[in-house]
């Protein structure tokens, strides 16, 4: 990171409270900020809540900041504490696949969702523009590779201080004298609660993370791959979509609680498609820095397909799809830029 900034024109007019020159202050940094605040409480909203304090307590403090850090350095500050603060306040966000064994069929029209727990939520990368290298050569993950479901679901079963320390250093490249004095402690603290927070994440981690898989693949191969997945659910052909899962693939359905692992056990799952095509439509879309697929789902009463969940694919290293993340959550699909229904003659776009 580099040495403490003199105050720039910029700065100067922030500090003695001029809005416009807040704002332009802010907002190379919106973005990196939204996404950090979903890394810390692994949901969209809050985020939105937590970004939107983050830049009240920053106008708030103006007054005070004398250029002795960067201007990202402090709003990171402020945004990590105010993540602190809703933590304390809000259950941890999870998702299925971490609370209990697998299940066999379930019948859906009978299973409730869980209310009583908070899950994890899909992320917008591509709408919110988030950067898709790294803060700096000190950080051990890409941004979008910090990004990803297993990466913000991992982090979600840390402690809150171990999850900032590691945000913090491994993802922003915050020395740790800078970690130390964002989470008012000692260097030593924060380098002892990163050594368990790096094992932790990896004992969760897949060994290869998405970005590397997804760039093995290719654009072309994956864009191909991903319009096959969607044309064999549309045509409603199970075969061939169990062909392109793995052996042991996973298929959740939050809010639902219960999930599949291994092609048997999906065979029967919601993630199959029901009835005489052409029941369903898939719209491409990226989630978590990851291919995801909106779909809509016919009503014949409104003569239009209706938004149902959106599916956010994880691949393998032989570039099949080792989990299917169903967030049954049809008002995010505006966050992704999904439009609301689809005409009835219409196929998905690619």
């Known amino acids: 990171m580099p040495g403490a900034p003199t105050i720039t024109s910029a700065g100067r007019l922030a500090v003695a409270h001029d809005e416009s020159a807040f704002s332009r202050l802010v907002e190379d940094h919106r973005g990196a900020l ?9 949901s969209l909203h809050d985020a939105d809540d937590a970004l939107q304090e983050t830049l009240l307590r920053a106008w708030r403090a103006l007054p005070r900041f004398r250029g002795t850090s960067s201007h990202r350095t402090w709003l990171y500050r402020i945004a990590t504490n105010v993540c602190l603060d809703m933590i304390v306040r809000r259950p941890n966000r999870v998702l299925p696949i971490d609370y209990g064994p697998p299940r066999g069929a379930t019948d859906a029209e009978r299973e409730q969702p869980v209310t009583e727990r908070r899950w994890l939520e899909p992320y917008p990368d591509a709408s919110l523009d988030v950067a898709d290298d790294s803060a700096g050569p000190d950080a051990r993950y890409e941004q979008r590779e910090a990004l990803e479901l297993a990466f913000v679901a991992a982090l979600q079963h840390l402690p809150s201080s171990q999850r900032a320390v590691l945000i913090l250093r491994d993802v922003l490249a915050f020395s740790a004298k800078e970690a130390a004095d964002t989470l008012n402690t000692t ?41 096959r997945f ?121």
Not at 199 to 214: G, I, K, Y
Not at 257 to 265: A, E, V, Y
Not at 305 to 318: E, H, I, K, M
Request: with cysteine; aromatic share 8%; glycine share 8%.
């Open 34 to 42: 939204h996404a950090h605040c979903y890394r810390m409480l692994g």
């Open 187 to 227: 260097p030593a603290s924060v380098n002892g609660a990163l050594l368990r927070a790096r094992r932790a994440v990896d004992e969760r981690l897949p060994h290869r993370s998405q970005q590397v898989t997804l760039r093995a693949l290719g654009h072309r191969g994956l864009r191909e791959f991903v319009e």
């Open 230 to 350: 969607a044309d064999a659910f549309e045509r409603g052909d199970v075969d061939v979509i169990l062909g392109m899962l793995a052996e042991e693939a996973t298929f959740a359905m939050p809010p639902y609680q219960s999930w599949s692992r291994g092609r048997d056990s999906i065979r029967t799952s919601w993630l199959m498609p029901g009835g005489p095509p052409p029941r369903l439509r898939y719209v491409p879309v990226s989630a978590n820095a990851q291919p995801a697929l909106g779909t809509y789902l016919l009503d014949r009463r409104a003569g239009r397909y209706l938004p149902l969940a959106l599916d956010v694919l994880t691949f393998g290293d032989r570039g099949i799809v080792v989990d299917v993340t169903a967030f049954r959550s049809p008002s995010l699909f505006a966050r992704f830029g999904l439009p609301t229904s689809l005409p009835h003659e219409e196929r998905r776009r690619s």
